[in-house]
């Protein structure tokens, strides 16, 4: 079974600063789809980011951007500029590409940011 | 567009009393349905998908079951409660065309406790 790893329980970051939350995954598989979210104090889950695992070139949404990288099983999520509104939990994710995987994304565990005004 | 509905938004149930918590999709049709529960300062865990109309798959064998009657409606139940089960429940959609590519979109939850 696929497993995901956040290290990081908590990070505060001042505002305007870059901040980088890692991510790292176990997986034999080859293909197959990574995933940050981001649930605010209010708890709904919103999506930041995605990548293909069979993509090289890494993933970037405004502000967001990840470091993917597939031998070390790395997916880390890089957030400049930071803002207030950035607070909140960051869960990384994973979802096999192939039909006789679990079809439901595996989280882990989350990392808190905080913003420093 | 498509919007997802989940309900009650919160629910303070006793131990051993039953349980019937809803989650209907709009705008889309035949999406692929999920239940998660997040329990404090842990991360997601999913707990039933369903593909189709009656077609439930368990992912964690517990107290709770699902069902899906309609296309959009995806139901989580449990006929007594037990402490653990208090949490924050979240159901997803995705829709099917895209592939494993389309990621889920959230309900905004309920908050269970089991008193």
């Known amino acids: 079974a696929q497993t995901v790893t956040q290290s990081q329980p908590e990070m505060s970051v001042q505002e305007a600063e870059t901040v980088t939350l890692s991510c790292t995954y176990d997986?034999?598989?080859?293909?197959?789809?990574l995933f940050w979210y981001k649930q605010p104090p209010s708890r709904q889950m919103i999506l930041v980011i995605r990548?293909?695992?069979?993509?090289?070139q890494n993933a970037t949404e405004n502000r967001f951007s990840v470091n993917f990288q597939k031998a070390a099983k790395s997916f880390s999520l890089k957030i400049s500029d930071s803002q207030l509104g950035d607070a909140a939990m960051y869960f990384c994710?994973?979802?096999?590409?192939?039909?006789?995987?679990?079809?439901?994304?595996?989280f882990g565990k989350g990392t808190h940011l905080i913003i420093q005004p | 567009s498509q919007t997802i509905h989940q309900w009650p938004a919160t629910l303070v149930q006793p131990v051993g009393s039953p349980l019937s918590l809803e989650c209907t999709v709009e705008?889309?049709?035949?999406?692929?349905l999920y239940w998660y529960r997040q329990a404090a300062g842990r991360g997601l865990q999913l707990l039933f998908y369903?593909?189709?109309?009656?077609?439930i798959s368990s992912e964690v064998p517990q107290n709770l079951s699902a069902s899906r009657p309609q296309d959009r409606q995806f139901i989580l139940s449990s006929k007594k409660l037990l402490l653990s089960d208090s949490g924050f429940y979240l159901c997803?959609?995705?829709?099917?065309?895209?592939?494993?590519?389309?990621?889920?979109?959230f309900g905004n939850g309920t908050r269970l406790t089991v008193t």
């Open positions: 994710a994973y979802r096999s590409a192939g039909r006789g995987g679990a079809d439901g994304l595996t």
């Open positions: 990548q293909e695992a069979y993509k090289q």
């Open positions: 997803a959609w995705r829709p099917t065309v895209q592939g494993r590519w389309s990621p889920l979109h």
């Open positions: 997986t034999s598989e080859s293909d197959y789809y």
């Open positions: 369903s593909v189709g109309i009656g077609q």
């Open positions: 705008g889309t049709s035949n999406p692929n």
